[in-house]
């Protein structure tokens, strides 16, 4: 593995489309995450004007609630998760 695609986090796969009213969505995967309005959309817009940086991933990420809860290691943990 080239040693670029390592330091590289992957795309986690979030997308935002900017609409006519002034309004925000945020997709993930391609289904609908959230919706931004007004001061929220802006400030957004303002924080993550390039939807593929790593920056703008995790942010979106975080703005959606889609982020670490804090119980990933109890759930791998969990019997239908034991390989």
């Known amino acids: ?3 670029d695609q390592s330091e590289q986090p992957e795309d986690l796969g979030f997308r935002y489309r900017l609409r006519k009213g002034g309004e925000v969505e945020v997709t993930h995967r391609g ?9 929220q959309a802006a400030e957004f817009l303002a924080e993550a004007p390039d939807s ?6 995790q942010f979106m990420a ?22």
């Open 52 to 57: 593929t940086s790593p920056e703008a991933q």
């Open 1 to 3: 593995m080239p040693a």
């Open 31 to 39: 289904r609908l995450a959230a919706t931004l309005r007004g001061s």
């Open 62 to 83: 975080r703005l959606t609630g889609n982020y670490k809860r804090g119980n990933e290691r109890q759930a791998s943990n969990h019997p239908r998760n034991r390989r």
